[in-house]
């Protein structure tokens, strides 16, 4: 079974900087089948990025996916009020089929 | 609009049964796969289960099999997740989410989620 680990855990940064995730598999992994959410509290996760590297529908620009293998990144260019969150990778794998999601980072203000 | 909306969570004791359900609207839901994820307070995702858009095909995570069973009903529009034998680790805020295609096998809408709590 194909473990996600997320680092760091939490991310303290101030509106304006650039935010670097990190998503880190512990077999290959599928980029098809690579995606990142935004998790507000009180909310249902938003799908940001799947195939690893392609903006979901509504999804900003300043957020960008990319990786391959067992290393894959969520970059916030330029982060908003609104994007302070938690962030979560998930990964499909076909045999058996199983949806795995990493443990979260929390991207938090400054 | 797109929506999918659960309901039929509650407080059950341990080794009782409930029924989610997941309404769907705004979308042809007999197209798309769907699924149920749950999330325990404070912590991460968890994908719980599968069913294809026919629902002639499941699949579940290891730590409900036996236990639970997804069905749909595309007359009604209307995922379903049928709970038994509950345990205490199934306490968690469970959500239905649309699998936007398999080529990206990403849920790319999710309702609201419903509340269950396993307790005595």
């Known amino acids: 079974e194909i473990v996600l680990t997320q680092s760091p855990g939490t991310l303290s940064l101030s509106p304006g900087e650039r935010a670097t995730l990190s998503c880190r598999a512990s077999q290959s992994v599928s980029s098809s089948y690579l995606a990142w959410y935004q998790q507000k509290p009180g909310q249902a996760p938003r799908l940001l990025i799947y195939g690893a590297s392609s903006r979901a529908t509504g999804i900003p620009d300043r957020f960008s996916g990319s990786g391959s293998g067992t290393d894959f990144t969520l970059t916030i260019s330029r982060l908003e009020p609104e994007d302070f969150a938690v962030y979560y990778c998930q990964q499909y794998g076909s045999s058996p089929p199983r949806f795995t999601f990493g443990p979260g980072t929390k991207v938090d203000i400054k | 609009e797109v929506q999918l909306v659960e309901s039929g969570g509650g407080l059950v004791q341990p080794g009782g049964s409930l029924r989610l359900s997941c309404a769907a609207s705004?979308?042809?839901?007999?197209?798309?796969?769907m699924h149920w994820v749950r999330q325990t307070p404070g912590k991460g995702l968890v994908w719980v289960a599968r069913?294809?858009?026919?629902?002639?095909?499941?699949s579940y995570a290891d730590s409900v099999k036996g236990r639970f069973t997804i069905s749909r009903d595309n007359a009604k529009n209307t995922l379903y997740l049928q709970m038994n034998s509950l345990r205490a680790e199934d306490t968690a805020v469970y959500y239905c989410?649309?699998?936007?295609?398999?080529?990206?096998?990403?849920?790319?809408?999710w309702g609201q989620g419903t509340m269950v709590i396993v307790s005595s």
């Open positions: 705004g979308f042809t839901f007999s197209s798309y796969w």
């Open positions: 989410a649309r699998e936007g295609g398999v080529s990206s096998r990403a849920f790319d809408i």
């Open positions: 069913i294809n858009s026919d629902g002639s095909s499941t």
